[in-house]
């Protein structure tokens, strides 16, 4: 017999090593590898006529599962959220495994990422001439092309609060479980707060370069993904991104920021500017007294003097800004803090993290300094929608030609300018304006500057949305940030390790795609045969295959909270609920059926952030809302319609409850209310 799954997972492994034994790269698996999934196996021998070859594609299976098992895969409807690497890696092996080929089976699949260069090289599902279409119709796509019988619906839409219209009641409660193959914690978070609500099992997995790891929920019998979670990653300190780097990338980070403000922040509020007057633009900005008077400067200069017209005004603009970037703030930096400045402690302030900078001279033979003037040279032309030259030869021969008649002005430093150099100066700075100027009267002298938006009727802008894949971009971000890091004496990255920084890809490789999407189908096969099985039966998995390094745990059980309800102790955890199917039962009842059903006494309920009854409230709003249905109670409190069954059926209610014989405070889970059809 042959289950794709467990194929998966020593593929993954076995790939890895062959790639070690030809680049010399890792740690080997030295000895013997030992791998099984014995838990999967039916729980008492299968007769003849189960296992027998059918003459399909899924004898292999059938051989070691029996036929009706196989029944239930192609019975199964699960949801996949994310067609990137692991998801095309499951769709792949689903329509081995003949996962919803059945006609009761489908698998919905939504990711709303269009494919990018980057994805070829670790999304197997996706070929050159896909790039700029839908990851999700394309995989889906190439999963039917494996296996025609696969039913699958295809979606691009997020899974988020706001799509709850899409993803509804109707839609969770139809499945069998969820897979997730996402790239970031909120939205696994999100999924799993939907696979509780619901009672679904789900199936997560992760990967990081050669680490991966795998973790199946299953309902009443494990913790959810969200009961644990890593601290949040620390940023970059803002002081040490704007004038004490010390790493590539922070110089990158840097870079990343400085072309979204320019290339792309800057031309969107030249066109908010351009779409009304100058006075309603002024009044959008009343919300950013600590920004405002920085829009308006960047629109002025955006739509003043440095409005180009052609092409060698791009590359002036270019050229001017190299040397205010890293000439003339790192002078004005080492004007605030010279080299041989000590700190308040004695210590010399440039020492240890702090590396003291050194402004560049600009040198039109120096690549690095050459590609910087063309590519920003070029972004700009494109936010104004001016013709560039139509080669790169020619493109920089025209910038070597222009450059010769930039007249850069002598910089001189300035004293009084503030510097901060901790986070929490940083964080200060913004709430007092450097000098005692009036900001708003500032803010209306520059508004007076600027030319009305009907003297420059039909000018818009192009805001340029950073996109790792597109080389001009790139090319501008590398650019301004190995020169940043030659003014701090950083090593420079190439364009590839830019790429991969800039553009925050998660290393991704096909060994560790196929090893945990084994061992996520493995987990599925328990799920789907062996429902009912002891949670000793799944496995979270955690490998790193340049250990080499495997390990496997047994889930733990979800956290247990212990109430006294009638004298008795009661122990629930975060999949237990109370589930009113009494759509026309009013406040009162309510209160009347918690007191007797529970021996707790309604002290609060609250629907979302508002509270429908609590004991404090007037008696006469108290007893006015006792006679009302409950779905009335929130509608008349909100202000709003009521979710609209079928696609909606359910009201979450939150209690505060006490023992009617103490008066002690009970904690008690919350309240499902099944709205009326």
Not at 124 to 133: N, Q
Not at 313 to 329: D, G, I, K
Not at 547 to 568: C, D, H, M, R
Request: net charge negative; charged share 25%.
């Amino acid at each position: 017999g042959v289950l794709s799954p467990v194929c998966s997972v020593v593929g993954g492994v076995v790939a890895q090593e062959v790639l070690k034994a030809c680049s010399g790269k890792f740690m080997p698996v030295t000895g013997w590898f030992h791998f099984d999934a014995e838990e999967v196996l039916p729980d008492e021998p299968l007769a003849p006529a189960d296992v027998a070859p059918r003459g399909d594609r899924y004898d292999g299976q059938v051989a070691v599962l029996g036929a009706a098992a196989q029944s239930r895969l192609e019975a199964l409807r699960y949801f996949l959220v994310g067609a990137g690497a692991i998801g095309c890696e499951m769709l792949k092996t689903w329509a081995l495994m003949g996962v919803a080929a059945g006609p009761e089976g489908v698998v919905h699949v939504t990711d709303m990422d269009h494919i990018e260069k980057s994805n070829l090289s670790r999304q197997f599902l996706f070929r050159a001439t896909d790039i700029g279409s839908a990851k999700s119709t394309t995989a889906a796509a190439a999963a039917e092309a494996m296996n025609p019988a696969m039913r699958l619906r295809v979606y691009e839409t997020k899974v988020a609060p706001d799509t709850e219209a899409v993803f509804n009641d109707d839609f969770f409660e139809s499945l069998s479980g969820v897979c997730t193959a996402l790239d970031n914690v909120e939205a696994r978070l999100y999924v799993d707060q939907r696979c509780v609500f619901y009672h679904l099992p789900m199936v997560e997995s992760g990967t990081l370069g050669t680490k991966g790891n795998t973790q199946v929920v299953v309902p009443g019998k494990t913790e959810n993904y969200g009961a644990t979670r890593d601290p949040p990653e620390r940023g970059v300190p803002v002081c040490t991104l704007k004038h004490f780097p010390n790493q590539i990338e922070h110089t990158l980070q840097w870079a990343r920021e400085w072309f979204e403000e320019v290339m792309k922040q800057t031309p969107e509020d030249v066109n908010r500017y351009l779409q009304g007057t100058p006075e309603e633009f002024l009044a959008s900005l009343a919300n950013q007294q600590n920004m405002k008077l920085d829009v308006l400067q960047r629109v002025r200069d955006a739509l003043g003097g440095s409005r180009p017209t052609s092409f060698e005004h791009c590359v002036a603009w270019a050229r001017l800004r190299f040397e205010e970037l890293y000439a003339n703030n790192i002078k004005q930096l080492l004007h605030n803090f010279p080299l041989d400045k000590l700190t308040s402690t004695g210590q010399p302030f440039w020492s240890g993290a702090k590396k003291p900078p050194s402004p560049i001279v600009f040198d039109a033979e120096d690549p690095l300094h050459l590609s910087f003037v063309c590519a920003v040279a070029r972004l700009r032309a494109a936010v104004y929608g001016v013709g560039t030259p139509a080669g790169e030869a020619e493109e920089r021969a025209a910038v070597r030609e222009h450059i010769q008649g930039v007249v850069v002005p002598e910089f001189t430093p300035r004293s009084g300018v503030s510097i901060a150099t901790t986070e929490e100066e940083a964080k200060q700075q913004p709430a007092a304006p450097v000098t005692a100027l009036d900001i708003d009267q500032e803010c209306q002298r520059l508004l007076g500057e600027l030319p009305t938006p009907a003297s420059l009727a039909g000018l818009r802008l192009r805001p340029l949305d950073f996109d790792k894949d597109d080389d001009g971009h790139m090319h501008a971000v590398a650019a301004a940030s190995n020169l940043r890091a030659v003014n701090y004496g950083i090593g420079t990255a190439d364009l590839h390790t830019s790429r991969g920084i800039a553009g925050k890809i998660i290393p991704a490789i096909a060994t560790t795609t196929a090893l945990v999407a084994g061992y996520s189908c493995i987990e599925m096969y328990k799920l789907a045969l062996k429902p009912d099985a002891a949670v000793e039966t799944f496995k979270n998995n955690f490998a790193n295959l340049a250990l080499p390094l495997f390990t496997s745990s047994e889930p733990n059980p979800p956290a247990v909270t212990t109430s006294v309800i009638k004298g008795e102790e009661w122990k629930w955890t975060t999949w237990d609920r109370v589930d009113i199917s009494q759509p026309d039962m009013t406040l009162q009842d309510l209160i009347d059926y918690m007191a007797s059903e529970y021996g707790v006494e309604l002290a609060m309920l609250s629907y979302g952030v508002s509270i429908l009854y609590s004991q404090f409230m007037s008696r006469k709003k108290v007893e006015e809302r006792k006679r009302m249905r409950v779905p009335d109670v929130v509608a008349a409190v909100t202000k709003k319609p009521l979710p609209q069954p079928p696609a909606n059926k359910f009201l979450i209610l939150e209690l505060i409850v006490n023992d009617l014989d103490s008066g002690d405070e009970v904690e008690f889970p919350y309240l499902r209310w099944r709205l009326a059809e």
